[in-house]
């Protein structure tokens, strides 16, 4: 939903880097630590936040990704020589203008480089953000057949999916049923407890503003969503 935000923003650096401590320590392990934007070289700060990801042995891999438009400063690509970095460049045809330019920048410096095209995915399309009013056992059987295993860290709270988080930050209801804030919580071992809660949801409350788990789900071509 990123070419809806009118107003985007840049996070504080210092705030995000104290987020991902906070949650380095509260979890056990996270097998993928991806930062993506809209466009993750747009973030002039993008350096100190792979160093972090990449200092916490909890974080087996991280990835990041772009969408091959602009090509990476020497300081970010020498940070992500690292064999448990992957970068990948989802690309969008001819909107991708230096995808190319870069992927053999990566394969010359040692940067492991995965180019997704646009017929290596399906894209699909979950609709807008109205409340549809299922009821609890759609909703449980609509999340049971969900695609989505990604949790979502945005501005300080954990959030269950990207659908949850993105769309609180475009009017939709910002349940705390759907998140934990972990920005707010002081104690540990209840910040702990919260996030192996959220991970047992059955359903949320952004499931009644999406179709994904749904025979309503639509593809559309790459790139063009809107």
Same mark, same amino acid.
């Given at each position: ?6 107003? !985007?923003?840049? &996070?504080?650096? %210092? ?12 979890? *056990? ?6 930062? $993506? ?6 973030? @002039? *700060? ?10 916490? !042995? @909890? ?21 992500? @020589?690292?064999? +448990? ?6 690309? =969008?045809?001819? =909107? ?8 053999? $920048? ?10 997704? &095209? !646009? ?5 699909? &399309? ?12 759609? $909703?449980?059987?609509?999340?049971? %057949? ?5 949790? %979502? ?48 949801? +059955? =359903?949320?409350?952004?499931?009644? =503003? ?17």
């Amino acid at each position: 939903m990123m070419p809806y935000f009118k107003h !985007p923003v840049d &996070y504080p650096v %210092n705030d995000l880097l104290s987020d991902m401590d906070k949650l380095f320590d509260a979890v *056990d392990a996270i097998q993928i630590f991806r930062l $993506l934007g809209g466009e993750t070289f747009l973030y @002039k *700060d993008l350096n100190p936040l792979i160093e972090k990801a990449l200092s916490s !042995p @909890k974080v087996k891999t991280v990835e990041v990704v772009s969408n091959g438009t602009i090509i990476p400063p020497q300081s970010t690509l020498e940070l992500m @020589k690292n064999p +448990r970095l992957i970068f990948q460049i989802s690309h =969008y045809g001819k =909107y991708s203008r230096h995808a190319e330019e870069i992927k053999a $920048l990566c394969d010359k410096m040692g940067v492991k480089c995965v180019v997704r &095209y !646009p017929d290596d995915k399906t894209w699909s &399309y979950f609709g807008d953000l109205h409340f549809r009013g299922r009821s609890e056992k759609e $909703l449980r059987h609509q999340l049971k %057949n969900c695609a989505s295993i990604c949790r %979502n860290f945005l501005d300080g709270r954990l959030y269950f999916c990207p659908r949850a988080s993105f769309g609180s930050k475009l009017g939709m209801p910002d349940s705390p049923n759907d998140f934990v804030d972990v920005r707010a919580e002081s104690d540990r071992k209840i910040l702990r407890r919260k996030i192996f809660e959220l991970n047992q949801k +059955r =359903y949320i409350a952004a499931c009644n =503003y999406c179709d994904e788990g749904t025979g309503e789900v639509k593809s559309v071509p790459v790139a063009e969503q809107m």
